[in-house]
């Protein structure tokens, strides 16, 4: 016997004409000695649908706790995971009319288990003891993506896109083959097909090149589903919904670094728009003061990204830089002021028009020279630098956001990632 999982994207599910062709797709899979999960996000732009209600109903969001917190993000999960929920038993609904056997499981009846963190919480346990047999047994299970409940049985959220974690779990809880995450694009591109046509499919990218894909805005899969697919060993594949069924569909397999025979320098590049830059003048240099200003930030839930400390002109003094979520940037703002006493800085700045555009690749860890490729061709396209950050298989930079589209491209063509 052996178990696949299948995950429909928001827009593979848009309407009941999608979920028709999704349910074909899926009954396509059935095949004897085949358990099948299917795991189903909202239809599409329905979770905005839901935010926006629960916020017009809850208040503003700067009136309301951090997310995670108390107060709020209980109820607010109850309002967002009903678009799921809906999706699960339309698509039942669909399956059942072609004569396919199909139900639909709740989270509170597999269960899937988290931690109590509304809004972005993370997955303890997805039980298998019940839903295996019952796929075993030829039935289809139909499952709804980015939510779980809590030991106190209160429904929490994953987190936006959190469906592609949800199908990594159910994945490796039942010990299936592999998860095929459907979506609107047919695989993970060397770049966001939406910003240039010369992009790629990539045949095959490996956990750690995905993850950094995955962190650094390319948003086809949520990162969390990607350290869960490697901490687990699941094997993934993206591919489209919007190819019927039996026509070719290889999608992207994402997979062991050693099951890639031509290791690319650069594979990918990446970008997101939701950056801001922290500047921090003339901070005293004396040691506990970077603990000082990260712990203060780290209290406030923000979550810091790019660092570099400079000296100041003046003896004695520092600058420091850091980039945050564009969205947590009046926080961070609202936190340094608060502590300027505690801190000692002489002035603060803040910009929010700008972007992080990173390239990626395994090959980089052997290659010399990747860096200089990028400022060059940067620097022919004029566009300045404001920060740079490096790990073994990414270079970032953050640049001004106008000209995001146009680094993309750039390094795009420089790294000779270029369709033909
Ligand atoms: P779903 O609703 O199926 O979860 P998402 O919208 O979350 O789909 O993710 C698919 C989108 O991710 C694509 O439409 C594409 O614009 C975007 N994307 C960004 N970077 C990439 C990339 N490198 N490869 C493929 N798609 C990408
Ligand atoms: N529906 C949720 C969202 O829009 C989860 C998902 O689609 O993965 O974020
Ligand atoms: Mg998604």
């Known amino acids: 016997m052996s178990r696949l999982v299948m995950k429909f994207g928001g827009t593979s599910v848009g309407d009941v004409e999608r979920i028709r062709r999704v349910a074909r797709i899926v009954a396509h899979e059935k095949k004897p000695g085949r358990g099948l999960a299917v795991v189903v996000s909202a239809m599409s732009g329905e979770t905005d649908r839901l935010v926006a209600l629960a916020r017009e109903a809850g208040g503003e969001h700067s009136n309301r706790p951090a997310i995670g917190g108390p107060g709020f993000d ?8 009903s678009g799921e929920q809906v999706t699960t038993g ?14 639909s499981w709740q989270n509170w009846q597999i269960p899937i288990r988290s931690d109590s963190a509304h809004a972005k919480a993370r997955l303890e346990a997805f039980a298998a003891d019940t839903l295996g047999p019952a796929i075993d047994a030829g039935e289809i299970a139909i499952i709804p993506g980015f939510q779980a409940v809590t030991a106190q049985g209160r429904i929490t959220t994953l987190g936006r896109g959190g469906s592609d974690t949800s199908a990594v779990a159910a994945a490796a809880a039942l010990g299936a083959e592999r998860c095929d995450i459907y979506t609107d694009v047919d695989g993970v591109y060397t770049t966001d097909p939406r910003i240039t046509q010369k992009a790629r499919r990539l045949e095959r990218i490996s956990y750690e090149e995905m993850l950094e894909m995955a962190s650094l805005g390319a948003k086809v899969l949520q990162t969390r589903s990607v350290e869960l697919a490697m901490a687990k060993r699941v094997k993934v594949r993206v591919l489209s919904s919007f190819i019927e069924p039996g026509q070719p569909n290889p999608g992207t397999i994402v997979c062991d670094e050693d099951e890639i025979v031509e290791k690319q320098v650069v594979s990918g590049v990446a970008y997101s728009r939701d950056e801001a830059k922290v500047t921090l003048l003339g901070v005293e240099d004396h040691p506990g003061i970077a ?30 830089v850091f980039t945050c979520p564009d969205r947590e940037a009046p926080r961070a703002v609202e936190t340094l002021r608060a502590a300027r006493d505690k ?46 950050a490096t790990s073994e298989i990414k270079i970032s930079v953050l640049v001004d956001a106008q000209y995001t589209e146009l680094a993309v491209r750039a390094l795009h063509t420089a790294y000779g990632l270029d369709a033909a």
């Open 74 to 81: 209980d109820e607010y999960d109850v309002v967002v995971a």
């Open 90 to 103: 339309l698509l039942a609904l669909a399956l059942r009319q072609m004569g396919a056997p199909a139900r």
């Open 291 to 320: 603990a000082e200003i990260f712990g203060r930030l780290a209290e406030a839930n923000i979550n810091v990204d790019m660092i570099v400390q400079s000296e100041a002109r003046q003896e004695g003094r520092q600058n420091l």
């Open 343 to 388: 801190i000692g800085y002489e002035d603060l700045h803040v910009r929010r028009d700008v972007a992080k555009v990173s390239v990626i690749g395994i090959g980089m860890k052997s290659q010399v020279g990747v860096a200089r490729t990028m400022f060059s061709a940067l620097a022919a396209k004029g566009i300045n630098i404001e920060v740079i």
